[in-house]
């Protein structure tokens, strides 16, 4: 499982910068947000190269000779070119952030913990409803950003 | 406005991409108020200047000089050239309106200064009731004058158009060359437009600079490119001459063991190229009165005129080109027909080796002139 390998080498790498300089790093939130950056940047930077590929570079050209400053160029002309990209990137990487569970094993820590973590940890000890629940209301934000995402994307198409 | 200092001006202006050289010290001056057109075939390096004009692409040498002041060193955006893409480059999320709002936007105007112009604009390339359109509902003649409009809504310095034409299909072509025009002429508006289309060219320019391999090949009138071409080339590419090399010989060029006589008598001996304007050729019956001889090979009537394709004694072949109507109106000659081909001393132009046109020094006439061609 690569993201079991991902995490246990985050795990140790954390560790080891912990005891060779002190850094409280082997339990911390940054490290779990860095994990998650690691594994969501690749579809977030593959989605927005998408969205610019069919974008005429002469648009940004034409800014410029309007009188457009190089940033003010990027502001009203690169990125809503990149619009639909920009919003099926963020969607996909929520529920790639969201759903990973092999990864983010290795980097939790007691008071930090994500939620399919901790049906997993409630799983073990008591059988009850309460999970079920949990699950229909993960299910159900997940196909909610499923089904936005598949708008997007599809709209994407009818608008290239 | 118009007085001594030319309004644009390229100095020996170079670009170099490593060792290749794009662009080889043109200079050009272009006058207030004038069309100029950069016609060459695609690669000669004429968009390259278009984009070192509006400061897209940095210049490797040279200067550019706008009413007499260095430009070179201000950035795109402080050059104040409006520009017409070959591909329109839209602002696809922008509304036609807003499109035409952005140069004044960047320019920090008032907001009813703005809408007032943009309306004008609109009214200006006859788009007023799709202003709230996307560019991409619209068809490729209407984004294209939504980039003009865009273009000379900021009062553009210089207004410049790379190949404006090449997207558009044939029949809206020559209208939409002709709005340009107007609105140019009109507005009295400095313009360099660029054009792999003679045809466009032609019709569109002041004046005409003529390139190839990153170089100036000749700069002058329409008249003076077809009359007086100063290389093979632009004979060859402005009216489509038949171009043979071969070696002056007295009154005859030879070309292998063809033998070509001359309308004019020409100083020089050795390698020269001989132009022959395919209008200017006309058709006589084989014998005394034919500068050269062929056979038909190939014999289309286009409508205004008729084509004949000539094979020589060679592998050369020649294209003639005659009117179908009026005085000695052409005909359709059956193919493998004999024919003798003559022109006067206008329709044929001699360079020398190094591709300079050499001066005819008189006439000569043939036996029995007999200048009716077509009924042979």
């Not at chain 1, 002469?58 to 400053?69: D, F, I, V, Y």
């Not at chain 2, 839209?90 to 709002?101: D, E, K, S, Y």
């Not at chain 2, 027909?337 to 008189?362: C, H, I, N, Q, S």
Request: contains cysteine; aromatic residues 4%.
């Amino acid at each position: 499982m690569p993201g079991v390998a991902i995490g246990l080498a985050i795990f140790c790498f954390a560790v080891l910068i912990e005891e060779n300089t002190g850094l409280p790093l082997s339990a911390s939130i940054w490290v779990l947000i860095a994990g998650h950056l690691l594994i969501t940047v690749p579809w977030v930077v593959r989605l927005c190269l998408a969205s610019l590929a069919n974008h005429d570079r002469a648009a940004e050209e034409a800014a410029a000779t309007l009188g457009a400053r190089p940033l003010t160029v990027i502001w009203r002309v690169t990125l809503p070119a990149m619009r639909q990209g920009i919003i099926a990137a963020a969607l996909f990487a929520f529920i790639i952030s969201f759903e990973n569970l092999e990864m983010t094993l290795f980097l939790i820590s007691p008071g930090l913990t994500t939620l399919p973590i901790s049906v997993l940890q409630y799983l073990q000890y008591h059988i009850d409803p309460m999970v079920a629940a949990v699950a229909v209301a993960q299910m159900v934000v997940i196909g909610g950003a499923l089904l936005l995402l598949d708008r997007f994307v599809q709209l994407g198409r009818v608008v290239q | 406005m118009s007085g001594r200092v030319p309004h644009l001006e390229l100095d020996r202006l170079s670009k170099q991409y490593g060792h290749h050289t794009v662009v080889d010290a043109v200079s050009l001056a272009v006058r207030e108020g004038e069309m100029v057109v950069l016609l060459g075939p695609s690669g000669c390096g004429k968009t390259t200047i278009l984009r070192m004009i509006a400061g897209l692409t940095p210049a490797s040498g040279g200067d550019l000089l706008l009413d007499g002041k260095s430009i070179l060193a201000l950035p795109a955006h402080q050059r104040e050239m409006g520009i017409v893409f070959q591909s329109y480059a839209l602002f696809p999320h922008m509304t036609v309106a807003n499109n035409i709002a952005f140069g004044l936007e960047m320019r920090r105007q008032a907001r009813g200064d703005i809408d007032a112009r943009v309306q004008e604009m609109l009214r200006l390339v006859k788009l007023e009731p799709l202003a709230a359109r996307l560019p991409r509902q619209l068809s490729g003649g209407q984004q294209q004058r939504v980039a003009l409009a865009r273009a000379l809504a900021i009062h553009p310095r210089v207004l410049l158009l790379d190949e404006p034409l090449s997207n558009l299909d044939a029949a809206l072509r020559q209208e939409v060359a002709r709005d340009i025009r107007i609105l140019q002429r009109e507005g009295g508006l400095t313009a360099i437009m660029v054009t792999h289309d003679q045809d466009e060219a032609m019709a569109m320019a002041d004046r005409l600079v003529v390139m190839m391999d990153g170089r100036v090949q000749q700069i002058g009138s329409q008249e003076d490119l077809y009359e007086r071409p100063e290389t093979p080339f632009v004979a060859r590419f402005i009216g489509h001459s038949n171009i043979f090399a071969g070696e002056l010989d007295g009154d005859a060029l030879r070309l292998g063991d063809e033998r070509i006589s001359l309308a004019a008598r020409y100083g020089g001996r050795g390698t020269v190229t001989l132009a022959l304007r395919p209008e200017r050729v006309s058709l006589a019956a084989p014998g005394k009165n034919a500068r050269l001889h062929g056979r038909i090979e190939l014999s289309t009537y286009l409508g205004s005129v008729v084509e004949h394709v000539v094979a020589l004694a060679g592998a050369e072949r020649l294209v003639v080109r005659n009117a179908s109507s009026g005085a000695g109106q052409a005909r359709v000659h059956a193919v493998g027909e004999m024919v003798g081909l003559t022109w006067d001393r206008a329709g044929e132009r001699l360079f020398d080796a190094d591709e300079r046109p050499l001066a005819p020094l008189g006439e000569i006439q043939l036996e029995e002139t007999e200048r009716t061609t077509s009924h042979v």
